[in-house]
Structure formats: C-alpha cells, structure tokens
T-cell receptor
Framework: DTGVSQDPRHKITKRGQNVTFRCDPI?????LYWYRQTLGQGPEFLTY????????KSRLLSDRFSAERPKGSFSTLEIQRTEQGDSAMYLC????????????FGPGTRLTVL | GQNIDQPTEMTATEGAIVQINCTYQ??????LFWYQQHAGEAPTFLSY????GLEEKGRFSSFLSRSKGYSYLLLKELQMKDSASYLC?????????FGTGTRLKVLA
C-alpha cells in the first residue's frame, strides 16, 4: 500500500461550478476524515466516516458540501456552486480504529475558485 | 468552546533545543497529537500522548498534562530540515481539532 491518495492534486474552477474530489485511504483503515486548510492555518475538520457511515459533520459546513463513502473504501467530497471562499487545500486522512488513531494524510487537493 | 493555542512562530539555531507549547480546551479528549508539516506538503505524524507524562521518540519528545490542558513538543539537536510548521491536535469522540500551527525556523 502506497498510502493515502487524492485526486486531482489541483483543480481550478469558475465560481458557481460544482467540483468533486476523490480520496483513496490506506486499505485496512476503517476511519476516513476530510479537512480544509488555508494558508497559515491548521487543518479544519469537515467530516468523518467510520466504514461507510458518516458519523460527524462540521457545523461550519454549508449545505453546498457533501461527502460519501459508499462501500467503506474510497470517499468523494463534492462542493456545489463553488465560491471564491472555498479556495483552499482539501486534505483527506485515514486511520485504523484499533490503533492509536494516528491519522495518515494524503497529499491534498488544491482548489482555486476564480 | 473548543480552542487550541500555540505560538505562531519560533526561531532557533541548528544544534539547539526548542520547546513548542500547546494549551487546549476541548469538550472531549481521546489523545493529543503532534504533526509536522513542511510548506506545501501534508502533515506527518510525530507523536501521540493519551496519559500524562513524557513520550520520547529519538530527537522528539512530547509531554502532556491533562489536568492543565497543556502539552509541549521538544525538539533536540535541531537540523535545518526541522524548519516546518508543527501542529498540535486534540482528538475528541470522532473529530480532531487542530491548532493553527507553530512555524519553526532553524537558522545555521
């Protein structure tokens, strides 16, 4: 296993368009997290899955954001009607519940909304 | 509310020791993590504390006091490659709360 992967690595879109990002976690990891990070800030929690169940979603997340993990493996994060304020790095992380819950991060998807 | 505080920037000299402090107030606590993040890269795990005391791992050590809501990361024998942001994060029931990170500059 080569670690957590994310696709695409970079996305430039126009305001009002929808975008979808994919995350493939480490194969035996049952927990998956999405974060958003802007320059000079730490990662901001967006949502958490244990297997296919979405157990927590940040109240900061507007209805324009949705995430899925249909078979408990890969996950997608969709942003509808993008706004310039959505420009950020979107990080995915995975962990295994029986370990110390150390999270392994993917390389991130950098979104630029014009 | 939930809050994590750490200094914004620190500077130290190659070969020296530096201590990065973190204080936290969170509604749940399942452990405290330190991550290293180089510019433009994803965070990588450094250490984990769930009980009070010191955890040592090579040049890096991390300390936790749950009663004081306080942790520190100690870096010894600093190297130029240690120049990075250091993120303190608290694990709650499901989610993690990250601090804004401490940007460490190591000078020759």
């Amino acid at each position: 296993d080569t670690g957590v992967s994310q696709d695409p690595r970079h996305k430039i879109t126009k305001r009002g368009q929808n975008v979808t990002f994919r995350c493939d976690p480490i194969s035996e990891h049952n927990r998956l997290y999405w974060y958003r990070q802007t320059l000079g800030q730490g990662p901001e929690f967006l949502t958490y899955f244990q297997n296919e169940a979405q157990l927590e979603k940040s109240r900061l997340l507007s209805d324009r954001f949705s995430a899925e993990r249909p078979k408990g493996s890969f996950s997608t994060l969709e942003i509808q009607r993008t706004e310039q304020g959505d420009s950020a790095m979107y990080l995915c992380a995975s962990s295994y519940s029986r370990a110390n819950n150390e999270q392994f991060f993917g390389p991130g998807t950098r979104l630029t909304v014009l | 509310g939930q809050n994590i505080d750490q200094p914004t920037e620190m500077t130290a000299t190659e070969g020296a020791i530096v201590q990065i402090n973190c204080t936290y107030q969170t509604s749940g606590f399942n452990g405290l993590f330190w991550y290293q993040q180089h510019a433009g890269e994803a965070p990588t795990f450094l250490s984990y504390n769930v009980l009070d005391g010191l955890e040592e791992k090579g040049r890096f050590s991390s300390f936790l006091s749950r009663s004081k809501g306080y942790s520190y990361l100690l870096l010894k024998e600093l190297q130029m490659k240690d120049s990075a942001s250091y993120l303190c994060a608290v694990s709650g029931t499901y989610k993690y709360i990250f601090g804004t990170g401490t940007r460490l500059k190591v000078l020759a």
